[in-house]
């Protein structure tokens, strides 16, 4: 039997990272990578055609990521970031099985900053419904402290209240992650965020995960309910770490000669609000924009 090795040549050192999200919750994650990493390229996927994948069958959800991460591998990335929980929670397995490139989720390093970072040993997450009904944050959390106490919580209206207070916003692109406070909130949704949050506040807890990509743009609202003192974690700089760790492992880091091009597609067939919220989110304009229809996927 012959064995093939793929080593890694200096030309795939250049090549892109791929990132995919439901929609534009990733880039929150892809914002991070590009601050950690700013020679590295990203090719960054949005599935908005079939966003929301919060409330979707977990099955359902791992047949797209998969599609997604075959199509982001025809496209030569050199590693790939599933930069959704949701998609993370139902096919993080399944894609590290069939790809060639080294696939970072990102829920097992957001349950290692919390892990970290809780004393009492009393930790919440919120996300998708989809995120919380697999488990897959209380697995990762327990595997790494099996005596912390997991209390989670599903919180899908986040997601509209995100979206909404985004078309709101007065100036269409402003940089809502610097300006978090300036993301206007309907009052009828922070009593959402209050039902949604105050179990989870009873029950104790010093730390709370952000297990869903668009959450980190509620931080404001969120850090209102729970508290100056909780520890509130989200995944996208320690997924950042972990991408920079794994290229730096694999000597698959960009040259810091190489003037990086982040390209953006989304499968809605226009592209204006992807590109009108994307940049207020990504911190820059989306430059290099395309559709790709499912059908050619
Ligand atoms: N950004 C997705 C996540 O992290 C949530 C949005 C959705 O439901 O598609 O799970």
């Known amino acids: 039997m012959s064995v093939q090795t793929s ?13 995919f999200d439901s929609g ?28 929301p994948y919060g409330p979707r069958s977990l099955d359902e959800v791992e047949g797209f990521a998969l599609q997604i991460s075959e199509w982001l591998v025809a496209q030569k990335v050199k590693l790939i970031v599933i930069a959704c929980n949701s998609a993370t929670a139902a096919g993080l397995e399944i894609i590290q099985r069939r790809v060639q490139v080294p696939v970072i989720g990102v829920i097992e390093p957001g349950a290692r900053a919390a892990v970290q970072a809780t004393t009492s040993r009393r930790v919440g997450v919120i996300g ?5 009904e697999s488990g897959a944050y209380t697995r990762a959390i327990r595997s790494l402290d099996a005596g912390i106490t997991v209390f989670s919580a599903a919180t899908p ?45 009873r029950c104790n807890i010093d730390t709370l995960v952000l297990g869903c990509t668009h959450y980190p743009l509620l931080m404001p609202l969120i850090r209102s309910i729970m508290g100056p003192e909780m520890q509130i974690i989200s995944s996208a700089r320690e997924t950042a770490l972990e991408v920079l760790n794994t290229l730096e492992r694999r000597g698959q880091l960009a040259s810091p000669e190489c003037i990086p091009h982040h390209s953006f597609v989304t499968t809605a067939s226009n592209s204006a609000d992807f590109v009108q919220l994307g940049s207020a989110i990504f911190g820059s304009k989306l430059e290099d924009v395309k559709t790709v229809l499912i059908n050619e996927l």
Request: hydrophobic letters at 45%; proline letters at 7%; aromatic letters at 6%.
């Open 157 to 201: 209206r986040f997601v509209e209240i995100v979206e909404q207070g985004m078309r709101l916003d007065r100036n269409p692109i402003e940089d809502i992650m610097a300006q978090t406070d300036s993301l206007y909130i309907r009052p009828a949704f922070s009593e959402i965020a209050r039902d949604y949050l105050d179990p989870l506040k």
């Open 128 to 132: 998708t419904i989809a995120t919380i």
């Open 7 to 19: 080593l890694p040549t200096a030309s795939s050192a250049e090549l892109p990272i791929g990132v």
């Open 24 to 51: 534009i919750g990733g880039l929150t994650v892809a914002r991070e990578i590009a601050v950690c990493l700013p020679h590295e390229s990203l090719l960054y996927f949005g599935d908005t055609l079939r966003c």
